[in-house]
């Protein structure tokens, strides 16, 4: 096993900030990132259209093996140089049952946990991003500024499309 790719919701911003995350640590394997309802991910793995992907993570190895929900968390884990013991441990018989709850709780409420912290999914990012508007101008009056927004979100794409 060479690559990993991790099909995840990019309108999640606990999915995003993970993504982020995982990627910034080291690995032993490359990792890939790629929208769970794109066309990409219909083409890379076509048994993605049977899973509830939008619900739990799937996480698909080169070699052909995929894991969805708890085992796919755990793998995530275990591609990490710095967690593959951590990994190792919360797959204990022991603990499984706790981060099989866990794992279906973070999934369950995702978009309420992303609310709470705060974290935004990478296509709102990228509005926010094509949006910087000049306050030199009018733009920043009370009723330019909405109008502004919704024009730059009309006309931003997602980066999946």
């Given at each position: ?22 990627l ?15 066309e ?33 968390w755990?793998?995530c ?10 990994a ?14 866990t ?34 101008t ?9 109008r502004?927004?919704?024009r ?10």
């Amino acid at each position: 096993m060479q690559t990993l790719t991790i099909f995840h919701d990019p309108g999640c911003g606990l999915c995003h900030n993970f993504h982020r995350w995982l990627l910034s640590q080291k690995a032993y394997l490359t990792i890939e990132f790629v929208a769970y309802d794109s066309e990409e991910a219909r083409t890379r793995f076509p048994l993605i259209a049977e899973l509830d992907a939008g619900a739990e993570i799937v996480v698909l190895a080169d070699d052909g093996r995929w894991w969805q929900g708890p085992p796919a968390w755990l793998t995530c884990l275990w591609a990490l140089k710095d967690y593959r013991k951590f990994a190792f441990l919360l797959a204990a018989p022991s603990l499984r049952p706790m981060v099989e709850r866990t794992c279906h709780l973070l999934s369950e409420n995702r978009f309420k946990v992303s609310q709470l912290l705060r974290l935004r999914p990478e296509e709102l990012g990228s509005i926010v991003a094509a949006y910087q508007p000049s306050c030199s101008t009018d733009a920043c009056a009370p009723g330019n500024l909405q109008r502004a927004k919704l024009r730059s979100r009309n006309t931003t794409t997602s980066p999946f499309s």
